[in-house]
């Protein structure tokens, strides 16, 4: 049975909403997976609720009995902390968009699809990995279709593990290509749009791989922030509570700022 995808959740008007993505992670010896099992492990709170944004994994593949051995430690270290989140919740990125496609997927965790909802009192706070908001990459946008297709899905699911994970690989030129959002900035139209859709005040991304803040958007309402990579020994992380909206690294997440 397929991991029912979560379209929104509704939180408590007190509640710290973490948000955090592209880590790109591969193994447990990287700087960026000793950040991360710090973050789940160290902290949680019965009202936090922690968002990652997709490109948690370097790239993710399942089939219908198990993902594959690499990630094993990555999943494990989810499912043992979700107990000390108010959630913790995986959306999809361009490079893990196989993700949550069975019931391998723990389900103490949650995975949001392409889309998350946050409903916080009248604040609605859209997340989304932000591959959408790319700026002319007609080619990218037909493949992302493509591949979230239900005829592909149902592939992925059934096919034997090892010729799955080279399959994915041999799809990077499209669907890990880094380039996409360094060289352009994001496609404000659709950043609009999408909040209008989803009747969000505030729209909540990554990909693009730098840190943009609302200010440096041409409007005010949606606020709009652009969460920056874990690269380079740096772990961002965007703290959004009922008043304030921060970015911190998580070696410094519980200090008084």
């Not at 991304?205 to 920056?228: L, M, N, T, Y």
């Not at 911190?248 to 008084?256: A, F, M, P």
């Amino acid at each position: 049975m397929t991991l029912p995808v979560v379209t929104s959740i509704a939180v408590e008007a007190d509640a710290e909403l973490l948000f955090a993505g592209d880590m790109h992670l591969r193994t447990a010896d990287e700087p960026n997976a000793a950040a991360l099992l710090e973050l789940l492990s160290h902290h949680g709170r019965a009202n936090r609720y922690l968002i990652l944004l997709g490109d948690v994994f370097y790239f993710y593949f399942e089939n219908r009995k198990v993902p594959i051995k690499e990630f094993h430690w990555l999943i494990g270290a989810l499912e043992s902390n979700a107990a000390s989140w108010g959630a913790i919740v995986l959306l999809r990125g361009n490079r893990d968009f196989l993700l949550g496609s069975t019931g391998t997927f723990p389900r103490c965790l949650h995975s949001g699809g392409d889309c998350l909802v946050i409903e916080r009192g009248k604040s609605r706070i859209l997340a989304t990995h932000g591959d959408t908001f790319l700026r002319g990459d007609w080619s990218y946008v037909v493949f992302r279709k493509l591949i979230r297709s239900g005829m592909v899905r149902w592939a992925a699911k059934n096919i034997w593990p090892p010729l799955g994970v080279k399959i994915v690989g041999a799809l990077r030129w499209i669907t890990f290509r880094r380039r996409q959002g360094k060289a352009k900035p994001p496609n404000f139209e659709e950043i609009l749009s999408a909040s209008a859709e989803h009747k969000a005040d505030t729209v909540v991304f990554g990909h693009f791989h730098r840190q943009i803040s609302p200010d440096e958007f041409p409007w005010k309402v949606p606020s709009a922030f652009c969460i920056g990579s874990w690269e380079n020994g740096s772990a961002p992380v965007l703290v959004m509570t009922a008043d304030s909206a921060r970015t911190v690294e998580v070696r410094n997440l519980d200090e008084k700022g």
